[in-house]
């Protein structure tokens, strides 16, 4: 998905009136009539800029919010929460991101499964070392591009010898 379509899914799928594929429920015109002005003014700002998305953009978009409806309310918790550290990342660290999710978008189902198989087991029968990870990943975070590409290749030098 486009850099803005994945925003305006994120904004539609969050916002309190959100685009439906179907009619409106009683239940949604009493939450746009509970919305201010500026608000209902940026509902109707996203419904047009969807509205001129491509069709299969607009069939993403709606299969995500279907998607996003069928998670449970903790899934969905969890979600936001992803998001809301998603977005407080550097400009860089976002990149990094994308760049490893177009990689692991790139393999096969089967690589895939696999991959996330041999990660959970891995955290299963370790669990020292999913906590030293989830340590890892925190300070990971808080390093500079510099640091982290410092700490690169003393990797790459270690893995060397």
């Known amino acids: 998905m486009s850099r803005p379509g994945l925003g305006l899914a994120l904004a539609?799928?969050?916002?309190?009136?959100?685009?439906?594929?179907q009619a409106p429920t009683p239940d949604a015109a009493a939450r746009y009539q509970?919305?201010?002005?500026?608000?209902?003014?940026?509902l109707r700002r996203r419904l047009r800029e969807f509205k001129a998305l491509p069709p299969e953009e607009q069939a993403r978009i709606r299969q995500n919010?279907?998607?996003?409806?069928?998670?449970?309310?903790?899934d969905q918790a969890r979600v936001?929460?992803?998001?809301?550290?998603?977005?407080?990342?550097?400009?860089?660290?976002?990149q990094e991101l994308r760049e490893a999710a177009r990689k692991f978008?790139?393999?096969?189902?089967?690589?895939k499964a696999e991959l996330r198989r041999?990660?959970?087991?891995?955290?299963?029968?370790n669990p020292d070392r999913r906590e030293q990870l989830m340590e890892n990943l925190k300070r990971w975070r808080s390093m500079t591009r510099e640091?982290?590409?410092?700490?690169?290749?003393?990797?790459?030098?270690?893995?060397?010898?």
Do not use: C, I
């Not at 982290?148 to 893995?159: A, C, D, G, I, Y």
């Open 80 to 94: 936001v929460q992803n998001l809301r550290a998603f977005e407080k990342l550097s400009v860089e660290q976002k």
């Open 12 to 21: 539609l799928l969050l916002s309190p009136g959100a685009v439906r594929a």
């Open 34 to 42: 509970s919305l201010s002005e500026e608000q209902r003014e940026a």
């Open 118 to 125: 041999r990660f959970q087991d891995y955290l299963k029968n």
């Open 65 to 74: 919010l279907q998607r996003w409806q069928a998670l449970s309310a903790e």
């Open 105 to 111: 978008s790139q393999l096969d189902a089967a690589q």
């Open 147 to 161: 640091q982290r590409e410092e700490m690169r290749e003393r990797l790459r030098e270690t893995h060397r010898k």
